[in-house]
DNA sequence: ACAAAGGTGAACAAATCTGTTCACCACTAT
DNA sequence: ATAGTGGTGAACAGATTTGTTCACCTTTGT
């Protein structure tokens, strides 16, 4: 990957999950990653190629950190309960909820301005959540393939799409720490 | 209310609804209400003020809808159970999702377009949320003053938001049941 | 020394967007 | 009849959008 490729999509995916998809322009992102456009559409076609690389690159970050998160929490012996080890989800929410990068879900966002379901960029989306729930699948049970494991993580999935849209829409950041003890009373019930 | 005036609104509504508020231009909305320019400028300053009238209608809707909701299911005297009184509202989300005229929650989607904290837009979308948990607080006790109804209402509020996300992003439309079940093992925990 | 590759800057095209203006039309109440 | 009200249509302005093109610059490998 060419050093102003990536300049140009670490620029754009902040930009875009901080102000939205269709208000911020090609030249906002110009600007603030110092690219000139040439190069821009040397490297995408389109507006919306940029914004995929953008969201391919959110993709891996998340997942990355996820699975970064609940190995860590597997590394101390003590923790063997798959559930709890879950639960260390809604602590990464809340130290994102905190954190000055906080604007919502890219692909929450994404999905609300592009919302045709045969857009590329919203089937996009639609492919990211349905990895993160995959991901709690598998932790909940290392052969994620019955139907009741399935069930708990789309529980677990709801409660974290719950808990970002009230951090994003009413500021809300303690709904991590709300859908965390929720997730518990759910599993555990 | 001049008829013309509350046309534009409807049909403002349901394109920004369905297509988005940067995606949909007013040129659309002329076209598909077969209303001039000039009158939508003569009802409206700006833009603005046209998708702040769509949002207060359907602010409107969603209040009177979910209050009938409620009302309707007291009126069965066997009813009496605060907790599944409150619980109709995952039914009325369910019917909602499985409509045509569902492309996810207005408030949620306008809040990721227009993101600043500041803007009109935004405030008036978290003062939406807003209202709809406190509907559900007076629903849970009377006076619904108490830390912990308080606490169960930004519960249930959590729930719905995951179940909207969750049907529109994945097209799940069955989250509805699945929030209201996991919203009747945690009001009774 | 020189060619190739990657990048720049600026001008340009073409579409699209919001918003303004104004002469004109239809209806209704007096 | 006539004045007022609300609406139309069309042209227009001005800004902004995405995307193209091209002459030129800089660095790097041979």
Redesign the interface.
Known sequence: MQPRKQHLIDTALILFN???Y??TGIDLILAESGVSKATLYKHFRSKEELILAALQLRHEQVVSKLKNRIEDNKKNPANTDPVENVLVIFDNLSEWFNSETF??CN???V?????D?NNSINIF??KH??VIVDIIATQLTPQADSKITQ?KA??I??????????A?????KQ?AL??KE?AR??LK?
Chains 1, 2 share one sequence.
């Open positions: 901080k102000f939205g269709h208000a604007f919502g692909f929450i966002n999905s609300a301005e592009y919302a379901p989306a639609a959540k349905q069930q789309d529980q999935g709801l409660l974290v799409e719950g808990a970002i849209v009230m994003h829409t009413r500021g809300m709904s709300i859908a929720m009373t759910i019930a």
